[in-house]
């Protein structure tokens, strides 16, 4: 089955075919650092990192961008405040962003390229609108001149004349028109500036993608991607200047993400419901806030609250829970039978209901729920008395490869026991055979007290950590 993919440009699914065969390039906009991330940013960076790990299950290379704005105004503003230099700030939040995305399963781009970096193609590539008499210099500052572009307002679905309605010039801005967006903006005093045929400045915001996803991929890309609240004024004057540029398609597929709210209301910093990454992957195991963040399609909004995170959580604990348990009978030579092609069947069908959920737009909530079913039949394959190898190995397979589609991982609690909790484990199992319940129970409290809880399954004595 071929992949679908909801296309904003179209408004519909469409089946995915990239432009060069087996391979794809993908555009996802990356974060402003100059805070953490919060859990609204930390939505599109799994969700996107889940399409891309899909995308190379299926077999296609992908080659993945994902920037970094690393000067802007509220860079500056962060910047200003604390007494530092917008270089050691955007350094310092670039580190921690890797560390909170990464704590959450989410494998680092091919590239991250900057902002900072690329100043020269972004002048060369503002003098190429300006040439083609796309772009005009005011006061210091460079406009896009919005109702040249024929196609402007395709990927909102708004005409030119509807969004005038509203629209104004802000006060000492000289622009041609309301709808006119900046490309280049004089340096305020005291700013951060770099040089160019219009004075001392830096970029707008939105030509930064427009040239890095050029310069890294390419005219064409087939995947861009974001969170819903970039698809206009930011992905719509992506398209305009980068089309107006190269006369070609900019992007041939584009995704983006709905709204999280927090407690059924809007998350920001006013309500006071604002979640950063960095607190919350402090509070609860981040693979539980992945889990719970692929619960629901990424195109629908998503409402964060503490119960339907304890639904997550538990839900991960029973996927873990099955795996462990596969893994612990296959390391048990005993009662292993032949293999029963029946169950192998069994398996087959649930992968490819997987696939056909993931084909479906990537609907990660139904691969969830093709997941639970995989450990609802491996817990079931678990009480026969008799187990084989060959079905054994073919679930953990099988686990393993649906669960990395997903980012969610079984390394917790891999870590070898130091020398007194492998000990104290030993000699507790020497008690309960030598039925000194007492001391049995005197050293599963003990190791409580270390954070150890023991648990007697069919498969033997367990452990984790409380």
């Excluded at 397979?397 to 997903?406: G, S």
């Amino acid at each position: 089955m071929t992949i679908q993919i909801f296309n904003t440009l179209k408004r519909e699914k469409e089946p995915f075919i990239p432009l060069e065969e087996g391979k794809v390039k993908m555009y996802v906009c990356g974060p402003t650092v100059y805070n953490y991330i919060h859990i609204g940013n930390a939505r599109p960076v799994i969700v996107y990192d889940t399409v891309r790990k899909y995308l190379q299950y299926r077999g296609y290379e992908v080659t993945y961008v994902s920037n970094f704005t690393d000067v802007d105004d509220k860079i500056i503003k962060a910047a200003n405040e604390l007494g530092e230099e917008v270089s050691e700030l955007t350094e310092r939040f670039i580190d921690a962003y890797f560390a909170d995305v990464e704590a959450l399963g989410c494998n680092r781009a091919d590239s991250h390229p900057r902002v900072t970096d690329h100043m020269d193609q972004i002048i060369e590539f503002i003098k190429v609108l300006e040439e083609k008499d796309y772009a005009y210099e005011s006061h210091g500052d460079v406009y896009y001149r919005t109702r040249k572009f024929v196609g402007y307002g395709k990927l909102s679905h708004q005409s030119v004349d509807d969004l005038k309605v509203g629209a104004r010039i802000e006060t000492g801005v000289k622009k041609e028109d309301a709808l006119d967006f900046a490309l280049w903006k004089a340096a305020k005093p005291g700013e951060i500036y770099w040089e160019s045929p219009w004075g001392k400045g830096r970029p707008g915001w939105h030509i930064e993608c427009s040239v890095m996803a050029r310069e890294i991929l390419g005219d064409t890309i087939d995947i861009h991607a974001g969170g819903q609240d970039l698809t206009f004024p930011h992905h719509e004057n992506e398209i305009a200047q980068s089309e107006a540029r190269t006369g070609k398609t900019f992007a041939r597929y584009w995704m983006h993400n709905g709204y999280i709210n927090i407690d059924n209301e809007k998350m920001s910093k006013s309500l006071g419901n604002f979640v950063l990454v960095n607190d919350i992957r402090q509070q609860i195991d981040p693979q539980v806030l992945r889990l719970f963040m692929l619960s629901v399609h990424y195109r629908n909004p998503i409402n964060y609250s503490k119960e339907l995170v304890e639904q997550a959580e538990a839900g991960l604990d029973r996927i873990r829970t099955a795996y462990d348990n596969l893994v612990h009978r296959l390391s048990t030579t005993a009662n292993l039978g032949d293999h029963d092609d029946i169950w192998l069947q069994k398996i087959a069908d649930v992968k490819v209901q997987f696939e056909t959920a993931m084909d479906d737009d990537f609907n990660t909530a139904n691969g969830i729920a093709a997941i639970f079913e995989l450990s609802k039949l491996a817990n079931t394959y678990l009480l026969e008395k008799q187990t084989s190898e060959i079905v054994l190995k073919q679930f953990i397979l099988v686990m393993d490869d649906l669960n990395a589609v997903l980012g969610l991982t079984f390394a917790k609690e891999k870590e070898v026991l130091d020398e007194e909790i492998d000990a104290l484990i030993e000699e507790r199992n020497q008690a309960r055979k030598d039925r000194n319940f007492a001391r049995a129970d005197e050293i599963r409290d003990q190791l409580k007290e270390l954070n150890i809880i023991l648990e007697d399954t069919a498969q033997g004595i367990r452990w984790k950590r409380g």
